[in-house]
């Protein structure tokens, strides 16, 4: 068989992929947030927050590599079930 031989018994295959989906830029309020932003709209420092996740007392939290990000909601929705619902008299 001759290198040309060779050259004709390839076939080309084209590889399609689904449409690329564009997301949109991301918005100020979708963006994640770091341990000193939690830590800030909490009102506690950055330490306290890393013993909650240690602890597993804190917010919901997600590990991005070697980084923590919290989502606002998230925060948000632990700050709610924190509420103090004693009754006044």
Excluded: F, N
Excluded at 3 to 28: F, H, N, Y
Excluded at 65 to 77: D, K, L, P, S, T
């Amino acid at each position: 068989m001759t290198v040309a031989s060779k050259k004709e018994q390839t076939a080309t295959v084209k590889v399609t992929r689904p449409a690329e989906r564009r997301l949109g830029p991301i918005q100020r309020t979708d963006r994640l947030m770091t341990m000193a932003e939690g830590s800030d709209l909490l009102g506690i420092p950055v330490s306290t927050l890393y013993g909650w996740r240690h602890r597993g007392e804190g917010p919901a939290g997600y590990r991005i590599g070697r980084h923590v990000r919290y989502r606002r909601e998230a925060v948000e929705a632990w700050i709610e079930t924190r509420a103090d619902h004693r009754l006044l008299w």
